[in-house]
């Protein structure tokens, strides 16, 4: 069964950080890019960041450019998304997503079932 | 960035009923155009790509069509499962944008 599990999320106060991890399973990790997507709570879908099956390939939202890193260890299944320097706006469910190529197609056809990050005093 | 506008934001429809949600690109996409699906408290789920691809196991009463700015997603005959909430996507560029979202609900 393909699946992708979500961990790391939580409270956090404005201005620290917090590592978002995607365990992978079920399909080949290394053959794909992944990307990030968060949904504010209540509202729509925003992209967050994706990457390539290699690496070779990163982007961003203008939302999270410079403080957010996403990365990849194919030896082990895994997707992450660092986020630093954290803000109120950044409160969220935040969805791990599989492209359906190993380019950034942006066709999201295997999604985790989210993680939330709170971001509060 | 492409902004990705969806009409209704909501309606309200019975079962059997056929459904028709438009979405509306900021400039031409071709048919770089994905629509998924989300019900409360679940992800997303990809429904049809390209347009006009139904992805495995959704059922043939889903449809989507267009090309360049105009999108349409439509359900031919409403079942009590299908009432949640659909998002058009662009995968055309960088960022890639969803729309806001059309909430089916029951009528």
Known sequence: ?????????????????????????GF????????????????????VSGISWNSGSIAYADSVKGRFTISRD?????????????RDE???????????EGGR??????WGQGTTVTVSS | DIQMTQSPSSLSASVGDRVTISCRASQRIATYLNWYQQKPGKAPKLLISATSNLQSGVPSRFSGSGSGTDFTLTISTLQPEDFATYYCQENYSTPPMFGQGTKVEIK
């Open chain 1, 90 to 100: 950044d409160t969220a469910s935040y969805y791990c997503a599989k492209d359906r």
């Open chain 1, 74 to 86: 194919n030896a082990k299944n895994s997707l992450y998304l660092q986020m630093d320097s954290l």
């Open chain 1, 105 to 110: 197609d942006y066709t999201l056809d295997v």
């Open chain 1, 1 to 25: 069964e393909v699946q992708l599990v979500e961990s790391g999320g939580g409270l956090v106060q404005p201005g620290r950080s917090l590592r978002l991890s995607c365990a992978a399973s």
């Open chain 1, 28 to 47: 080949i990790f290394d053959d794909y890019a992944m990307h990030w997507v968060r949904q504010f709570p209540g509202k729509g879908l925003e992209w």
